[in-house]
């Protein structure tokens, strides 16, 4: 019995080891310790509202002042094409966005609509050929007008045996946007010598000026759309003691103007009618 007594007392001192240390079946665990060198810093957060990357942005950003081809370039990452409204421009390099619409800051939808400046591409009518009128030019020539000399000039002579008006047409095939011109007298004639210079595009006066030596006048109408346009010279002062000709009445660097792309390649058949 001696022995069983110290058996038992030997297996309670046991238990009690077992239970100062921790390894009873109930007693809880040590977490693992992450191996060295494992990154486990958790991801940032994405800022609230914004786009996956590759996903088209809530709002519309400027394009005014870029290039057409940037422009087009952001909007066609998102499959998006533009309506392009070209405008002739010459204060800006050709091709910069003017306007927008929408504008910067308003919702990015499919609908875009972008102003671009275009340099003009440009016809001299001394370089085209008349189409009718009551004749031609009496001559295509380099002329001066108050001092300053303009080279792709038409002249109509004037007489003092003469009241009828002059007219010249020209077929602008509806390619071109604007006519501009310097009429006038040329520096040669008559001191009272006056007449009246006007401009048709389809019939429809766009501009009408009465000059006299040393005083010219600057054209730049709208001819958008026109398929004629008609220049008319009417004399209607000669001078005091006419004898003869009078001078000349003058379109000085007589052009029209238009889009690249719209305008046709010049012709190599000669000017005149």
């Not at 238009?258 to 000669?270: C, D, H, R, T």
Request: charged content about 15%.
């Amino acid at each position: 019995m001696a022995g069983v007594g110290l058996l038992a007392a030997v297996a309670a001192v046991v238990a009690w080891a077992v239970l100062a240390r921790g390894g009873g079946a109930g007693a809880p665990r040590a977490s693992a310790v992450a191996p060295t060198g494992t990154d486990r810093t958790p991801l940032a957060a994405a800022p609230s509202g914004a786009a996956p990357s590759g996903a088209a942005p809530t709002m519309m950003p400027s394009f005014v002042g870029t290039s057409l081809s940037e422009a087009m370039g952001v909007l066609g990452q998102h499959g998006m094409t533009p309506t392009v409204t070209d405008t002739l421009d010459e204060s800006k390099p050709d091709g910069t966005v003017l306007t927008q619409d929408p504008q910067a800051g308003g919702p990015f939808r499919g609908a875009v609509t972008l102003t671009v400046a275009r340099a003009a591409a440009m016809t001299y009518l001394a370089d085209a050929k008349t189409v009718g009128g009551s004749t031609s030019p009496d001559s295509i020539e380099s002329v001066t007008l108050n001092g300053k000399t303009y080279a792709h000039s038409l002249s109509t002579s004037l007489s003092c045996y003469s009241d009828s008006t002059t007219n010249y047409d020209y077929d602008l095939g509806r390619h071109y946007r604007h006519f501009q011109a310097t009429v006038g007298l040329t520096d040669q004639s008559a001191s009272e010598a006056s007449v009246q210079m006007e401009v048709f595009a389809d019939g429809r006066k766009v501009a009408s000026n009465s000059v006299s030596l040393g005083s010219p006048a600057e054209v730049n109408v709208d001819i958008a759309g026109a398929l004629r346009l008609r220049l008319t010279v009417a004399q209607t002062k000669h001078g005091n003691n006419c004898s003869g000709e009078v001078g000349q009445a003058v379109w000085g660097d007589a052009r029209a103007l238009g889009v690249p792309g719209e305008v046709p390649l010049p012709s190599p058949s000669s000017p005149g009618g």
